[in-house]
Each structure stands twice: as C-alpha cells, then as structure tokens.
C-alpha cells in the first residue's frame, strides 16, 4: 500500500473512532449536567447526527462553565457591613408578604425599607439626569451597560467620567463583551487611554478563549458614591434618545433610587467586577453607611446562569399565582417558556385580568416571528395580547394589583430568564405600581385578536411556528 493510502486508511479510521466517541462523551455528560430534558434531548440528538460539528457547537453553547467559578465566588465574598443595614429590614404585610418571605429565603438578600424611586422614561429624561449624577460625583462612579455606544451620547457619559476622574473618582465601567461591540468597542478604548479601568464581561478576540457567547451580561446599573443608583432597561446610546429623531428610536424606562436597597445594588455590581477582573471592591468609596431616604421597601434580584439560576423568573412566577386582581407586563420581546406560559393563562383562567403589552414590531424581527406563533394559547385563555405602535419600546415592568412592581433588565424569553446576567428591583409601593400601570396602559395600542391570528397566510404561520421551536436560541 502507498504512502497515500496509508493516510486514507488512518484517516478513515480516526473518522470511525471520532464518529462514536463525540456523540458517546457528550452524551454522557449531557445527561449528568442538564436538568433541561428537551435541550438535553436536543443536543444528544445533534451531536450522534453531526458529530464533529454538533460537538464543537455543545462545547461553545451548551456548556455552563461560568456556574462552577461564579457559585465559588459567591461563597468567597463576604461584604463588609451588611450588620449596619439590618436595622431598615422590612417585613410585607398582606398579600404580597408570601412573596417577599419567598424571595427573601431565594436571594438571600431581605427587604429593605427607607428607600425612594424616581421613574425616568427614555433617554431625554434619564440622559441628562445620569450625567449630572456623574458631574457631581465626590468619590466613586461604577457603571456597567451592555450595550454602550461610541456615538453623541455615550461620548458625552465619557467625558463625564474623564471630567469626574480628573476630580479625583475612582471609577470602574463594565460593558458587554458582544452587545457593546466584539470586534470594536470604542468606548472601551476612550476610557483606557484616559486611565479608567474598563472591561469588557466575558470577552476575548480568540474564539478557544470565548466559550461564553451566550451567555451576556444584560444588566445596566450606575452608581454614584455608593448613594445614588441608577438601574432599569436603558442602554447608552443616542437612539433612545426621542427628541433625536433617529432611523430606528428606542423609548425605555430607567429608574433612579436612593436608600439601603443601593447597597445591594453596588453589591450586584461588585461582584460582575469581580468576577471579570479579579479585583475586590470594598471600602467607604463604594459601600458607605446609608440612611433611609424614603418609605419605599424594595429588594434586588439577580438572575444568571449561576447560583441565581432562574431566580428572577422564580420571583415573577410566584407574584403571577398570588395576583388576585390583575396582572400587567410590558416587555420588548415575549416568548416565554411553557412553565410561564403555563403560570400565566391558568391566572387568566382563574379571573385575573391578564394584559401584555408588547411592541408591534421590534428590533428583532425573528423574536417577532417566534412571538406571534405563541400567542394563541394567551389569547384562548382570556389574556389581553396589546400590540404597541411605534416606537419600539424596550422597557420591561411588570405590576401586580397595582400593588407591587417588578422593573429592571429582563425580557419574556428563555434566553433573557435562563442564560442572561439579570437585574431587577422589586417595590412594594402602591403609589408606584399604580403609576407603572397608568403609564402601560397609556401606551398607544391595539389588542390582538383571534381573528388576526388567523386570517395570516399559510407561509407566514408556518414561518412563524418554525421559528418559535428556535425559541431556547432566540
């Protein structure tokens, strides 16, 4: 046999072992780490189909690296300080208390009373609020975004950090290593080159050193002298600004808040820093003592691919079975999974008044098509299905008998719920839920019907329900 045979026959042989030892280990370890069965199911499928291609795909997404070191993490840190707060624990009356007994026992992390919220809608409100914050800061800033744009407006927060770092703040800024840019990130350069550390979550220009591209940190926190917190659903960039009339506007709500529930927020911050980059904050700079600034009670939930692990979703889910009365969400994208899905028609069922504003077109077409396959179910169920008109609208609230609110950085889908890195602040506050709620259902609108579900041509429904089985990947 010549040289070149040999090779074939080496070759064919190598293919045959690959051929079942792929599919056979990552079999194995599919079914000793995924609880999912349908994405378990899916991948085992995938790999003994495809196995080279289906392996290296598992291998760069269907893996949870991140949950081993951020569970050591969370072991690790411990706050200094949190002894001061415990004077300002809230314990709910009613019947929210249910609630708040369950999420304090699943974050870990109580009920803080003496806090106060200011509703900030778009970036013509919160913009120039932000800034000042900034522009007034004495002695740290830290702020993480996942997206943070090199245009007029993020220009504009970064002279604002240069201006304050000359003053002498210490500052830290987190940005998403894919929503604010993979190949470039301007805004990262401009504040390194002016000696404020900045770093992009999970990110590296080499794809063997980047297993983590769905896993994303969608969070948006600023604060100010460990005092003054800033969180919600706005990113930095000149689009959601209104009054610039841009191609594609963003409207969003954002939300500033004082008292002791912004420990608990600069805590949230701390340990993404950590985790990034290794470095511990601590000290007067980032967690001063805090007093009460209001009445409002209020907690901070996390949510990621983690130890906080569907917590928020948790949280949401136990709210939608105590509603009594009614239940209103407003979200950009809607595709939930079937356990939400489930929670919230048997709600309707049950007589809650179930409304979900949702926009008519979004910045994701795809999400849109997979949306608009799964509102039957909602619909049959009694639910109230609102299409908003433009502009697209990115915020996401959700309120509960005009009693308790839950706002923040989660979307109604299984990407935002289960492999995102969350943030979402829960109020206890009728003032402010009620006000959440005129602001919903002030939004221009039109409710979805039967009808419209079915007069859609065939090609369009077939489309539509062919993307909602990619709605794990959306």
Same mark, same amino acid.
């Given at each position: 046999?010549?040289?070149?045979?040999?090779?074939?026959?080496?070759?064919?042989?190598?293919?045959?072992?690959?051929?079942?030892?792929?599919?056979?280990?990552?079999?194995?370890? $599919? &079914?000793?780490?995924?609880?999912?069965? =349908? =994405?378990?199911?899916?991948?085992?499928?995938?790999?003994?189909?495809? #196995?080279?291609?289906?392996?290296?795909?598992?291998?760069?997404?269907?893996?949870?690296?991140?949950?081993?070191?951020?569970?050591?993490?969370?072991?690790?840190?411990?706050?200094?300080?949190?002894?001061?707060?415990?004077?300002?624990?809230?314990?709910?009356?009613?019947?929210?208390?249910?609630?708040?007994?369950?999420?304090?026992?699943?974050?870990?992390?109580?009920?803080?009373?003496?806090?106060?919220?200011?509703?900030?809608?778009?970036?013509?409100? =919160?913009?120039?609020?932000?800034?000042?914050?900034?522009?007034?800061?004495?002695?740290?800033?830290?702020?993480?975004?996942?997206?943070?744009?090199?245009?007029?407006?993020?220009? @504009?927060?970064?002279? =604002?950090?240069?201006?304050?770092?000359?003053?002498?703040?210490?500052?830290?800024?987190?940005?998403?290593?894919?929503? %604010?840019?993979?190949?470039?990130?301007?805004? $990262?350069?401009?504040?390194?080159?002016?000696?404020? #550390?900045?770093?992009?979550?999970?990110?590296?220009?080499?794809?063997?050193?980047?297993?983590?591209?769905? &896993?994303?940190?969608?969070?948006?926190?600023?604060?100010?002298?460990?005092?003054?917190?800033?969180?919600?659903?706005?990113?930095?960039?000149?689009?959601?600004?209104?009054?610039?009339?841009?191609?594609?506007?963003? $409207?969003?709500?954002?939300?500033?808040?004082?008292?002791?529930?912004?420990?608990?927020?600069?805590?949230?911050?701390?340990? @993404?820093?950590?985790?990034?980059? !290794?470095?511990?904050?601590? !000290?007067?700079?980032?967690?001063?003592?805090?007093?009460?600034?209001?009445?409002?009670?209020?907690?901070?939930?996390? %949510?990621?691919?983690?130890?906080?692990?569907?917590?928020?979703?948790?949280?949401?889910?136990?709210?939608?079975?105590?509603?009594?009365?009614?239940?209103?969400?407003?979200?950009?994208? +809607?595709?939930? /999974? @079937?356990?939400?899905?489930?929670?919230?028609?048997?709600?309707?069922?049950?007589?809650?008044?179930?409304?979900?504003?949702?926009?008519?077109?979004?910045?994701?077409?795809?999400?849109?098509?997979?949306? /608009?396959?799964? *509102?039957?179910? +909602?619909?049959?169920?009694?639910?109230?299905?609102?299409? $908003?008109?433009?502009?697209?609208?990115?915020?996401?609230?959700?309120?509960?008998?005009?009693?308790?609110?839950?706002?923040?950085?989660?979307?109604?889908?299984?990407?935002?719920?289960?492999?995102?890195?969350?943030?979402?602040?829960? *109020?206890? @506050?009728?003032?402010?839920?009620?006000?959440?709620?005129?602001?919903?259902?002030?939004?221009?609108?039109?409710?979805?019907?039967?009808?419209?579900?079915?007069?859609?041509?065939?090609?369009?429904?077939?489309?539509?329900?062919?993307?909602?089985?990619?709605?794990?990947?959306?």
């Amino acid at each position: 046999m010549n040289h070149g045979g040999v090779l074939l026959e080496w070759w064919r042989c190598f293919y045959a072992v690959l051929r079942w030892a792929l599919p056979l280990g990552v079999t194995v370890h $599919a &079914l000793r780490r995924k609880q999912d069965t =349908a =994405a378990c199911t899916g991948w085992i499928g995938v790999c003994w189909i495809a #196995p080279v291609i289906g392996t290296i795909l598992y291998m760069m997404f269907g893996i949870n690296r991140v949950q081993r070191r951020a569970r050591r993490l969370v072991d690790e840190h411990a706050w200094a300080g949190r002894e001061t707060l415990a004077q300002y624990r809230h314990v709910a009356q009613g019947n929210m208390a249910h609630l708040a007994r369950m999420l304090g026992r699943l974050t870990e992390r109580p009920l803080m009373r003496g806090n106060v919220l200011r509703v900030l809608h778009d970036g013509d409100q =919160a913009y120039p609020v932000m800034l000042e914050a900034i522009n007034n800061a004495q002695s740290s800033v830290v702020l993480c975004s996942y997206i943070f744009r090199d245009d007029r407006i993020g220009r @504009d927060f970064v002279c =604002a950090l240069i201006a304050a770092k000359a003053r002498g703040v210490v500052i830290r800024v987190l940005v998403d290593g894919i929503g %604010s840019g993979y190949f470039h990130c301007g805004v $990262a350069r401009a504040l390194r080159r002016a000696g404020i #550390p900045c770093r992009r979550f999970m990110h590296s220009v080499w794809p063997w050193r980047m297993p983590f591209i769905n &896993l994303r940190n969608h969070r948006k926190i600023l604060i100010i002298d460990g005092r003054y917190g800033f969180m919600g659903g706005l990113n930095i960039g000149a689009e959601n600004v209104l009054n610039f009339k841009a191609k594609l506007p963003v $409207a969003d709500t954002h939300f500033a808040v004082q008292g002791p529930v912004v420990r608990q927020l600069a805590e949230a911050f701390a340990r @993404d820093w950590s985790f990034t980059t !290794g470095e511990e904050l601590h !000290g007067e700079a980032y967690f001063p003592l805090l007093t009460p600034q209001g009445d409002m009670p209020m907690r901070v939930v996390t %949510s990621g691919p983690d130890a906080d692990l569907e917590k928020i979703e948790y949280g949401m889910l136990q709210a939608i079975t105590l509603a009594r009365r009614s239940v209103r969400l407003m979200t950009p994208y +809607f595709v939930p /999974d @079937d356990r939400f899905s489930t929670v919230l028609t048997l709600a309707a069922l049950r007589g809650v008044q179930v409304d979900v504003v949702v926009p008519r077109s979004s910045n994701h077409a795809l999400i849109d098509y997979a949306r /608009d396959a799964s *509102v039957r179910p +909602f619909l049959d169920a009694g639910c109230r299905i609102w299409m $908003a008109a433009p502009p697209f609208n990115h915020s996401k609230l959700m309120v509960v008998d005009e009693e308790w609110s839950f706002v923040g950085s989660t979307n109604l889908d299984v990407r935002s719920l289960r492999l995102n890195f969350e943030i979402n602040l829960e *109020v206890y @506050d009728e003032g402010v839920a009620q006000g959440l709620a005129q602001f919903i259902d002030s939004r221009p609108r039109q409710r979805l019907t039967h009808h419209d579900v079915d007069r859609r041509p065939l090609w369009m429904q077939l489309r539509n329900s062919a993307l909602r089985l990619l709605m794990p990947y959306l």
